[in-house]
């Protein structure tokens, strides 16, 4: 007698045992638009990524324009670019005068919006050896001042007063000057302003209208800001007849000017 139960187990038990090992089921293969080489490739051709790019390519060239052009410190006249001249101007401390017409500017690009003055690293070094070669040389253009005692040659009157007045009115002081053109002697001529009494003032201009200058003579090199030489020449005239300064020669006497100075000793234009 067969017993269905049994008999119905064992088949069953017989079904669910493998007969072999089992086959793995495989995965579905994904689509060629879902690998990632695609799909990166879908990113950076999409519109919004190429303007994204253009736009930030385009804000680092403009940033970069900008810092070469008005924020890069230039360290003396000779690294003042060409394109410069007679169009731009540069801003910097005085920090030392060596005659009536010549001083040396720490170019501070920017002043204080940059930071300079008040932001740690942006101050002008007070140290020799830290100025050396980081400081422009700046001939004052259109005029002349009696010249000191150099190279065995004696001082001409009033030298010493004229390198007196420029100390006292630039030292040590912001001074913003217009380059005009550079010269033999690694300096950079230039038109300078500082600011006095809430007004901005030319510092040539003042100092001709000292009687401590007389308006630049020499047959060539002679160089003035835009518009400049007639009123020049009119602050001469008006501190001769005042006898300013130098110009406070009793009757009768010659005043030797700058420029007789140094066609008599035979000296090049400083």
């Given at each position: ?55 930030l390519s385009a804000a680092f060239l403009g940033a970069r324009r900008v810092y070469v052009s008005y924020l ?199």
């Amino acid at each position: 007698m067969r017993w269905p139960g049994l008999w119905s187990l064992s088949t069953s038990d017989d079904e669910r045992q493998p007969s072999g090992p089992a086959e793995p089921v495989p995965k579905p293969s994904p689509s060629p638009s879902q690998t990632p080489d695609r799909v990166d490739r879908n990113v950076l051709t999409e519109p919004q990524t190429i303007l994204a790019a253009v736009a930030l390519s385009a804000a680092f060239l403009g940033a970069r324009r900008v810092y070469v052009s008005y924020l890069r410190r230039v360290p003396e006249a000779k690294d003042i670019s060409r394109t410069w001249l007679q169009k731009r101007s540069i801003l910097g401390t005085v920090t030392s005068v060596g005659d009536g017409d010549n001083f040396r500017l720490y170019h501070t690009p920017g002043g204080r919006l940059a930071g300079w003055g008040w932001l740690p690293g942006r101050r002008v070094p007070t140290a020799k050896s830290q100025l050396k070669g980081q400081t422009i040389h700046v001939r004052l253009a259109g005029i002349d001042a009696p010249e000191l005692a150099h190279f065995g040659k004696p001082a001409q009157p009033y030298g010493q007063e004229a390198l007196n007045w420029l100390r006292a009115y630039v030292l040590h002081r912001r001074v913003r000057v217009y380059v005009h053109q550079g010269d033999q002697y690694q300096r950079v001529v230039g038109t300078a302003y500082v600011w006095k009494f809430l007004g901005r003032r030319d510092v040539g201009l003042d100092m001709l209208g000292a009687g401590l200058a007389t308006v630049y003579e020499a047959k060539t090199g002679a160089v003035f800001g835009p518009g400049l030489e007639p009123k020049y020449r009119e602050a001469e005239a008006w501190a001769k007849a005042r006898r300013k300064g130098m110009w406070a020669v009793h009757k009768g006497e010659h005043l030797e000017t700058p420029r007789e100075y140094k066609t008599r000793y035979g000296s090049a234009p400083p």
